[in-house]
T-cell receptor, first 113, second 111 residues
Framework: DAGVTQSPTHLIKTRGQHVTLRCSPI?????VSWYQQVLGQGPQFIFQYYEKEERGRGNFPDRFSARQFPNYSSELNVNALLLGDSALYLC????????????FGSGTQLSVL | DAKTTQPPSMDCAEGRAANLPCNHSTISGNEYVYWYRQIHSQGPQYIIHGLKNNETNEMASLIITEDRKSSTLILPHATLRDTAVYYCIVRAHNAGNMLTFGGGTRLMVKP
């Protein structure tokens, strides 16, 4: 079975632009979470979606948004990019929201110039 | 979620046991201890979790002290492929999928 897949793997944008990152969860998993990992730090929680509804949000500005589709895949959108948005963006899937283990993808490396 | 404290780095000889400590002195009664690791250029990988009893699976063993204020992850026979950053996380079972990662321990397994 395929694991969590993320696209693209690498992306270069300039300040002020918009970016969309995509994630496909493991088959059968209904929950998708997004994390941001700045170089040298642990991942930081951004959003969780379950059954197409937002179930949790971390301490990120409104420039960050996400959605989940009927097939449980998800998109993370970031508007008005700042240099500080440069990071590895990780997607994780799980069967539900009750403390199950998370399965992470390999991430999208975003560089903002 | 309770805060965790881990040493920033550790070395281990290949084939020997790696013992990674974690302090979580403010852990609540309903919080579990989870361990994930992150190998370079990959996403974090689940290793093991427990509440108060010691746990073992095919990857590792988790030893939790009786007062639950600290725990140790044990990799019984470390290999070079175990070189990674290991994260100890405490999390309530009803906390959804929000994991609070700290700085972790960078484990270097040496030949």
């Amino acid at each position: 079975d395929a694991g969590v897949t993320q696209s693209p793997t690498h992306l270069i944008k300039t300040r002020g632009q918009h970016v969309t990152l995509r994630c496909s969860p493991i088959s059968g998993h209904k929950s998708v979470s997004w994390y941001q990992q700045v170089l040298g730090q642990g991942p930081q929680f951004i959003f969780q979606y379950y059954e197409k509804e937002e179930r949790g949000r971390g301490n990120f500005p409104d420039r960050f948004s996400a959605r989940q589709f009927p097939n449980y895949s998800s998109e993370l959108n970031v508007n008005a990019l700042l240099l500080g948005d440069s990071a590895l963006y990780l997607c994780a899937s799980s069967t539900g929201t009750g403390g199950e283990k998370l399965f992470f993808g390999s991430g999208t490396q975003l560089s903002v110039l | 979620d309770a805060k965790t404290t881990q040493p920033p780095s550790m070395d281990c000889a290949e084939g020997r046991a790696a013992n990674l400590p974690c302090n979580h002195s403010t852990i609540s009664g309903n919080e579990y201890v989870y361990w994930y690791r992150q190998i370079h250029s990959q996403g974090p990988q689940y290793i093991i979790h427990g509440l108060k009893n010691n746990e073992t699976n095919e990857m590792a063993s988790l030893i939790i002290t009786e007062d639950r204020k600290s725990s140790t992850l044990i990799l019984p026979h470390a290999t070079l492929r175990d070189t990674a950053v290991y994260y100890c996380i405490v999390r309530a079972h009803n906390a959804g999928n929000m994991l609070t990662f700290g700085g972790g321990t960078r484990l270097m397994v040496k030949p």
